[in-house]
């Protein structure tokens, strides 16, 4: 199973754009990659998954290169209520059950 | 908005004692999830259920259990509380696609004392 690695924190300013990358150098074929915001006493909410190449919704933009190896999650002019933690999720359902592999978190911080 | 609903929110008891964190979801999705996460820390996969009647251990090894006896209901039951049960436990959902992603609950923050 993939194991994810992702930086532990980053710092923004408000307006600017943030690319925040995952790191799953074992990613199986059957993996997705979806990312999720969080914020203190909530659970996760999802923002954006992808397979490969590149997905944009409302809010992201998600790239993924062609070995899928990694994956970046881009924000396009992030405001501080966008200072949360950010977590790259790879996994699905195989043969033997479910799994999913989350990362350990990208805390982001946008200041004014 | 919150689709998929847990309480207690937040609950603090004393070794030994029994407790249920219940789950509830209205979504009609066939598939739930029961992950732990500690402060500051990854989230970890403890048990998850196909539908219903259907109970399936995580990648942690938990020593709480789970039933499914209704589709819109997932609880988690910890027969004998301990410290080291001391946690967040987030309850999710999904649709039945395999890429369908997940919907989380705010959560159950469990303090053992």
């Known amino acids: 199973l993939a194991k994810t690695t992702q930086p532990i924190s980053m710092d923004s300013y408000e307006g600017q754009e943030v690319n925040i990358t995952c790191s799953h150098n074992n990613i199986a074929t059957n993996d997705y990659i979806t990312w999720y915001q969080q914020f203190p006493s909530q659970g996760p909410r999802f923002i954006i998954q992808?397979?490969?190449t590149k997905v944009t919704n409302e809010v992201a933009s998600l790239f993924i290169p062609a070995d899928r190896k990694s994956s970046t999650l881009s924000l396009p002019r992030v405001s501080l209520s966008d200072t949360a933690v950010y977590y790259c999720l790879v996994g699905g359902y195989y043969t033997g059950g479910f799994k999913t592999i989350f990362g350990a978190g990208t805390r982001l911080f946008v200041k004014a | 908005e919150a689709d998929i609903y847990q309480t207690p929110r937040y609950l603090v008891i004393g070794t030994g004692k029994k407790i249920t964190l219940e789950c509830s979801q209205t979504?009609?999705?066939?598939?739930m999830y029961w992950y732990q996460q500690d402060p500051g820390m990854e989230l970890h996969l403890i048990h998850y259920?196909?539908?219903?009647?259907?109970?399936e251990k995580g990648d942690l090894s938990s020593e709480s259990t789970v039933s499914r006896i209704r589709t819109e209901h997932f609880p988690l039951t910890l027969e004998s509380a301990r410290p080291s049960h001391t946690s967040q436990y987030l309850c999710a959902s999904t649709s039945s696609g395999s890429d369908s992603p997940l919907h989380f609950g705010n959560g159950t923050r469990l303090t053992v004392t």
């Open positions: 979504m009609g999705h066939d598939k």
């Open positions: 259920s196909y539908g219903v009647n259907s109970t």
């Open positions: 992808g397979y490969k």
